[in-house]
């Protein structure tokens, strides 16, 4: 069936004509709202590049149905940089060098916000560190996203 | 992708009454999800309806006194951010730690993982090792199964069609601990996984091996090994050796068979060893 579903995007109410209720987020963020920061790597919830927040909590844009966010309120990287805590991970990015060809950053600063709403700058760096394991990144080697992520926790703190 | 129907049912009785109109070729259930999108998207189930259990009042967690009870559909990441958990079952938390990423376990669930009952799961050995239940819920009301009747032979879970799972119960606090063995160690499938835990009332210990065929298994002859209290050296020696030798390994594309009978004794003996002389920890809550 195709239903509207109802949920807000970076702090506003969507208003979709009916979809497909097997919808991916993924692709109602990105085909039907135009949000096109949100990536498609892998489609199967193995690259972390299609990660936004739900109710502030990162998930799975590719493994997540639209239908089943009715009621949240949906996250994107073009939401985040309005957001205290995005504009400083976006800012520690620029400031590390830690975007190559970009196409994972916004997956990484989603999740990054994701765990800076959930714990400030508490819990010990390996276990923070750990918690970006499911971001890939192809260009960079990771240790410039590691200062980044270590410099925007700071600057949170 | 085939198109499918998605019902929200808002109480056990109506998602039950959802499966009993449906055919068990034509309905599917959602929980996280993270299994069952990716079955339907490579057309290994083709569900004309999916059930979604997201508004059933399972996603708690509830302490009484030593045990546990978690909601089938709890996010995995709630166990691991509940501190107690941390504490006083510190297998559990590793298990729950080695599922995927935080985005996927912020959805991914329990009841989900026991369900889909893949030989690699990282949460069926902790499971075992700490003696948990299984509550099924279906057209003729609840019980409580143990986890290790739950996991069949067939790679599919004793669960008729029409059942769900509704919680999980852990009847004790257990020092406890998993460790595992993959290639990358984010997203990558264990290639072994081992959960010990010893019990504070009884003093005995459980050994359970995953990434098994064809289900993860207690592995009873090392368990029996730990004779005396706490192990000796040498008794917990042969314990994981036992464990080694014993668990119904198989060779294929993750790693051979002699591979994973040494690592599988590596592991077990640093486990057994992080619990021999742990106390039960934290407090009562
Ligand atoms: C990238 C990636 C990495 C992964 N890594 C790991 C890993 O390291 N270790 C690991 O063990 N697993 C891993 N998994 C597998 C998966 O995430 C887990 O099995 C997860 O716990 C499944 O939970 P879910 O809520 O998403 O299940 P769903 O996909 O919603 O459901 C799974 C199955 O169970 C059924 N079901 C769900 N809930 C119930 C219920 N309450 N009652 C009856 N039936 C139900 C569904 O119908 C379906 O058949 C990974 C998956 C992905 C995509
Ligand atoms: S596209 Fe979703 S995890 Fe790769
Ligand atoms: S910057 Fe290119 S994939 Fe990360």
Known sequence: MTTAPSFTVNATSVDLSPIPESERLLDTLRWRLGLKGTKEGCRTGNCGACTVLVDRASVLSCLTLAHEVAGSEVTTIEGLAAEDVGARIMQSFADEGASQCGYCTPGFVMALASLLHERGAAGDLAGFEEDLQGNLCRCTGYVSIRRAAQRAREAVR | MAPFDLVHPRSTDEALAELRTASPEGVAVLAGGTDLLLDI??????????????????????????????????????????????????????????????????????GGNLVRSAPTSDLSP???????????????????????????????????????????????????????????????ISQVGVAVARSPSEGY??????DVLPRPVRILPAEEALRSRPPTDDEVRSAA????????????????????????????????????TAAPRGPAP
């Open chain 2, 41 to 110: 998207d490579r057309a290994r189930i083709a569900p004309r309806r999916v059930v979604s259990l997201r508004y059933l009042p399972w996603k708690f967690l509830e302490w009484s006194g030593d045990s546990l009870t978690i909601g089938s559909t709890l996010p995995l990441r709630a166990l691991e951010v509940e501190p107690r958990i941390r504490q006083r079952i510190p297998g559990l938390w590793e298990a729950v730690r080695a599922v995927g990423s935080v985005a996927l376990r912020h959805r991914a669930t329990l």
């Open chain 2, 126 to 188: 902790i499971l075992l090792a700490l003696d948990a239940e299984v509550e099924v819920v279906g057209p003729h009301g609840s019980r409580w199964t143990p986890v290790d009747a739950f996991l069949s032979d067939s790679r599919r879970p004793r669960l008729a069609f029409g059942e769900l799972v509704r919680a999980v119960r852990i009847p004790e606090a257990r020092p406890s601990a998993y460790h595992w063995q993959r290639v990358r160690p984010v997203n990558d």
């Open chain 2, 205 to 210: 210990y459980r050994i359970a091996v995953g």
């Open chain 2, 241 to 276: 050796e036992l464990a080694g030798k014993l668990s119904p390994f198989a060779t294929d594309r993750r790693g051979t068979e002699e591979y994973r009978r040494h690592i599988v004794a590596v592991l077990a003996r640093r486990a057994l060893l992080a619990i021999r």
